[in-house]
C-alpha cells in the first residue's frame, strides 16, 4: 500500500475493547482534540475525542483493518465543489443546504477526520467533526425556514424546486467566494439536469455545469462535507427550537412526531407549528385527528 495514513470511528460497543488491547501503550495526549497517543514500532494511532482514530506509519494499514477499516469510494481528490441538502424529509425543522469547497490540499485531513455522508454518522459524531471543518473549509450554508417554505408551497413550489433554488443559490455564493468557476460542481441527483435547469428558468444567475449523481456524498469528498455542515446547521436548530418550546421535537414523518405535533397545537396553536413544520406533510392532518380523538 502507498497510502500510510487510514482513520476509522470506533463503535461505541468496541471502545472498551480497543483500550485493552493498546493498554501497554496507550498514553494521554497533549495535542488538542487528541485523546490519546499510541506508540508502536511501525505504526503511531491518535485517538480524538470524537473516537476517530488516525493509524500512520508502515503498518497503519494492516493496524487499522483490525477495527473496520475501508477504502474510500472517492471518484476524485481534485480541488471540487459539493452540495447536498437535510431537513426535506423530516416535518420539523428548516430546509439546509450546503456547497463546500475541497482542494486537493484538503483530501488527506478530510480522510483523516473521517469524511462520509451525514446519514452515516451519529448526531454527537457531527457536533464534534463539523466545526473542525468549518475552521478550513470554504463553504455556502443557507438555511430556509418552515413559514418561509410553507409559503413557497402555497404558491405552488414543489420540494425539487425550493431544492434548486437552494443549491444553485449556494453554488453562486461559492463560486463568486472561491472566484473558481472551472472546477468540478457535483450535485446530489434528486431530479434530472434538464428538470433542475427549468426549475431555475426565473433565476437572474444560473450556476452552470453542474454536474447531478446519484449517492454523490458517497463517491466526492465536497458534497459529503456539505452533507455535514447541513446536518449540523439543521441539528443545531433543532436542539434550539427543543430548548425554546421546552418540548423534545423529533426528526423524521413517524409516529412520534404526530403526537408532538398535536402537543404543539394544543399548547401554542396552530400559528406556531407552521412556524416550525411542513405543512403540507400528512402528519398535520394526523395531529389533528390525535386531538379530535381526545
Known sequence: MDKTIFS??????????????????????????????????????????SWKVVFSGVNAYEEALLWGYQENNWKTTETHIGSDEVGTGDYFGPVCVCAAYVTEEDIEWLNQLGIKDSKKLKDEQIMKIVPLLLKR???????????????????????????????????????????????????????NESRYYAYLKNEKIVAKNIHLETKAETYYPAVAVGSMIARYSYITKMNKLSKELGVEIPKGAGEKVDEVAAQIIKKFGINKLQEIAKMHFKNTEKAQEIINQK
Open 137 to 191: 473549509i470554504t463553504y455556502s450554508q443557507l438555511s430556509l425556514s418552515n413559514d418561509k417554505y410553507n409559503l413557497l408551497v402555497k404558491k405552488g413550489f414543489n420540494q425539487g424546486m425550493i431544492k434548486a433554488y437552494l443549491h444553485n443559490q449556494a453554488f453562486v455564493n461559492l463560486r463568486n467566494k472561491t472566484n473558481d468557476n472551472k472546477c468540478l460542481t457535483v450535485l446530489d441527483l434528486f431530479v
Open 8 to 49: 476509522v470511528q470506533i463503535a461505541e460497543r468496541n471502545i472498551e475493547k480497543f483500550k485493552f488491547f493498546y493498554s501497554d501503550r496507550i498514553q494521554k495526549s497533549d495535542e488538542e482534540y487528541v485523546k490519546y497517543l499510541i506508540r508502536m514500532p511501525e505504526c503511531t494511532i491518535k485517538v480524538y475525542n
